[in-house]
């Protein structure tokens, strides 16, 4: 995948194999990269 794409939440959870709750702690860690705002009811 290109540096920099914009991915689902669905799709990072199926390609790192983490659950939603330790995806979510590690960005409040910052080790995890932030979800974007795409769009008025979209993140990625």
Known sequence: ???????RLKT????TGLSRSTLYRKI???T???QL???I????
Do not use: N, Y
Request: proline share 12%; charged share 15%.
């Open 28 to 30: 409040a860690e910052g």
């Open 32 to 34: 995890f990269p932030a």
């Open 37 to 39: 705002k795409i769009s």
């Open 12 to 15: 990072v959870l199926a390609r």
């Open 41 to 44: 009811h979209g993140t990625g």
């Open 1 to 7: 995948m290109p540096p920099g794409r914009i991915i």
